[in-house]
């Protein structure tokens, strides 16, 4: 059909997609990403747990094909796609991902070598009693339904969530603009914790902490992060925590020994592990190792073998913690939907109480249903009373009117309901209508609800109710439970940071190389060689027809040697691997991969702790530390990030309290150097501004000191009051008598 010219109208099309792509952000923030506060699910689990309630998937029935539960969900609450459902059914059902499963599943459902699921025909699934826990109370409207996706029916909003499932089993997911990473931890520990924020609303975080003692992971090993930095983790919601390897050393004969790892750290896959290892012993990377295999069944069993029997197992263990992923890096990110509406990131603390106010509007709506079910049941037992000793007169009234309601009503002062419960009844009743039945029912639902009413009247009755309602989940998932056993052990850090600098001097002593002084020589066109010996550039220097010098400087041949291209990244190369003084060198790109596009901007010796100033043509820079920009591979480390048409052009240490900015337009700026943030990676901010042109250099110095140009020429800083400024300014022109070349000396 072709549409009217009155249906046509015209929009803004930047304005149109920012809309759409708010729209999209939206939705993916809160309806995929990030988990609720309240019961720490994503729309798709909590759908999944619906549809396998509705579908009677208890503990105690049988399992069902997960195809079945993946096209009920779909069908009903989830249009996403099958797969996308069943990976989330899997991942609920692996005990390695989820410290408290919410499915009971059989057949393949994945392992810690990486390997997927069976395919959804194959497998089958139940819930489990942590899932039923989380769905408790659904049929008593203790939280709010929405009509699902096709308006057929409805689902639950929230779960009511009997235990805090966000912190117990955690959550991972990246949004638009942001992202969540909880780990799992013990349920024992967060029911006690949250009992201790219910009885003391006002407990300050670090309290919570002698309960919460750091995430329980389900595959264990052994946590050595700081206790201080582990609370500030907790009280700011963002953080990390260092998770390593379990391991056991095994004696065998004439003193010969062997390491056996029985945990590694969470989220990270055994096969990859292992050949990782198997790849940094073939580099000759482990010298401290002779051989790796692994003899795991169902449990983890990863065997070592140490070069000799006189290598000492925590040597080499420390060793394999700071070269492979026996240690892991586990992330805390605890941005999460607050009352499933506002993205936050949210403290220990503001997660329990957020989890405890849930509960306790759970407990008001569920005791308000009951009291309801309770007024209409004691209604119809008065009118069961009022007619007892009169059942041959209702009888009468029932055989003999054509309109027998009227007349009850009247005859036993009756409302509407009472009558129609009366005539609803069946004969058989009758026979069990005893007046101390009914008056037994009538004083325990009167009882009832009175303590209802009472609780509902008191805020302390409700806490001491949530309190206890935690208490039967302690005892039913908690520490002394089988499942709720700690799994993840506590180290301390000051033993572990000894270990690990013992490690650091032996693996030194190791790879020792000789300290020799070298003179490290790179040509114009990238010829690289290191001459032996200090030695000061002279005209006898030879190089290729058509080359010439550009790098020369002093180095040990243990120094890292670095380099910055013109597209952002950094190089590092092994001061003793240098080619020899002997000829013209070799080409460097054969020790890294340069793009054909790229030049060197500059070379120098690694500085351990040192700062770098680095900027681009386009005028940005910023700040980053030396030791974060070293490079391990050919590929090199991308600190600045430049965009097309943009070079990095200069790299200088930072020494000093100000930074001066010189353009191709051969203005000159200079500003504190408090203005430039330090950055790991970025593209910075601008320290100078060009209408044409761009950066042609910038360096730091210390203001009372003055500063030189590249011909060595000091400028006072008496003489350079005029280009003070601030950041991002355009500057003035250089002061009469600056370098033609415009560049900046060695201050």
């Known amino acids: 059909m072709v549409a009217l010219p009155e249906e046509i109208r015209s929009e ?34 909590r759908r999944i747990l619906f549809g396998m309630r509705l579908l009677r998937l208890d503990p105690d029935s049988a399992f069902k094909k997960s195809a079945k539960v993946v096209g009920d969900v779909m069908g009903s609450f989830h249009p996403h796609g099958d797969q996308a459902i069943y990976d989330a059914l899997v991942r609920l059902a692996q005990d390695f991902s989820v410290r408290y499963p919410l499915v009971d599943g059989q057949g393949n459902f994945g392992n810690v070598d990486g390997d997927n699921a069976a395919a959804m025909r194959y497998t089958e699934s139940r819930m489990t009693e942590a899932a039923q826990a989380l769905l408790d109370g659904l049929d008593e409207n203790a939280v709010d339904f929405r009509t699902t996706y096709d308006g057929e029916t409805r689902e639950p909003v929230v779960l009511p969530a009997a235990f805090p499932n966000l912190l117990a089993n955690g959550s991972n997911g990246i949004a638009v603009g942001m992202a969540t990473s909880i780990p799992p931890h013990n349920l024992g520990e967060l029911c006690a914790a949250t009992i201790a924020l219910i009885e003391n609303p006002n407990i300050q975080d670090r309290s919570l902490l002698k309960f919460v003692k750091g995430p329980d992971f389900p595959t264990g090993g052994i946590i050595v992060e700081e206790q201080a930095s582990m609370a500030e983790a907790y009280k700011t919601g963002r953080g990390s925590f260092r998770v390593r390897a379990r391991w056991e050393k095994e004696e065998g004969s004439r003193g010969t020994y062997q390491i056996v790892i029985t945990e590694i750290p969470y989220q990270v896959q055994k096969s990859k592990l292992i050949e990782r290892i198997a790849e940094l012993l073939e580099l000759k990377k482990l010298p401290l190792l002779d051989d790796i295999h692994d003899e795991s069944a169902e449990d983890i069993r990863i065997v070592l073998t140490p070069k000799s029997r006189v290598v000492e197992p925590e040597i080499l263990m420390e060793q394999l913690f700071r070269a492979s992923d026996l240690e892991a890096r586990i992330p805390l990110n605890m941005n999460v939907l607050d009352r499933g509406l506002v993205p936050r990131v949210m403290s220990l603390k503001e997660v329990l109480a957020a989890f405890a106010a849930h509960r306790r509007e ?16 004691l209604e119809v037992l008065e009118g069961y009373l009022a007619v007892f000793l009169n059942l041959d007169k209702v009888i009468k009234i029932i055989r003999t009117e054509d309109e027998p309601k009227p007349k009850l009503m009247k005859a036993f002062s009756l409302n509407e309901v009472q009558a129609d419960a009366i005539l609803n009844m069946r004969l058989r009743s009758l026979r069990k209508l005893e007046e101390m039945e009914i008056r037994g029912e009538h004083d325990s639902l009167t009882k009832e609800r009175k303590e209802l009413t009472k609780l509902m009247g008191s805020e302390k009755l409700k806490s001491e109710r949530l309190i206890e309602e935690l208490k039967a989940v302690d005892a039913k998932f908690g520490l002394k439970t089988q499942l709720g056993k700690r799994r993840t052990q506590i180290a301390a850090a000051a033993d572990v940071a000894e270990l690990s600098a013992l490690a650091e001097h032996v693996e030194e002593r190791a790879n020792a190389v000789e300290r020799e002084p070298i003179t490290v020589v790179c040509s114009s066109k990238g010829w690289l060689r290191a001459l032996t010996g200090h030695k000061e550039q002279s005209s006898d220097d030879k190089y290729r027809e058509g080359d010439r010098a550009r790098f020369w400087f002093h180095a040990q041949t243990t120094d890292q040697i670095m380099l910055l291209a013109t597209d952002g990244r950094f190089f590092t190369l092994d001061g003793a691997k240098l080619p020899g003084g002997r000829g013209n ?14 030049d060197i901007v500059t070379m120098f010796a690694h500085v351990p702790g040192r700062k770098l100033l680095v900027a681009a043509t386009s005028g940005h820079g910023f700040v980053t530390n030396e030791d974060e920009a070293v490079a391990m591979t050919k590929n090199g480390k991308r600190v600045m990030n430049v965009k097309p048409g943009v070079e990095a052009v200069s790299c200088r240490a930072v020494d000093g309290d100000s930074v001066a900015v010189v353009g191709e337009n051969r203005k000159l700026l200079i500003f504190k150097l408090d203005e430039v943030p330090e950055l790991a990676r970025g593209q910075g901010v601008y320290l100078q501004r060009y209408k044409d042109g761009g950066l042609l250099d910038a360096t730091s110095f210390t203001w009372k000191s003055g500063l030189k140009d590249e011909n060595g020429r000091l ?19 250089v002061p009469r008598g600056w370098a033609k070349s415009g560049k900046f000396g060695e201050n």
């Open 715 to 733: 400028f006072e800083a008496s003489e350079l009051k005029d280009w003070k400024g601030e950041r991002a300014q355009a500057g003035r022109i």
């Open 362 to 377: 759970v407990l008001e709506r569920r005791s308000a249903f009951r009291l309801e079910k309770i007024r209409a049941r």
């Open 585 to 598: 060198g070799e080409a460097i790109r054969t020790f890294i991969d340069l793009p054909p596009d790229a």
């Open 12 to 45: 803004n099309l930047s304005k149109a997609l920012a809309e759409r792509y708010l729209a999209y952000a939206l939705s993916t923030i809160t309806q995929r990403a990030l988990p609720d506060v309240r019961d720490g699910l994503k729309p798709v689990h």
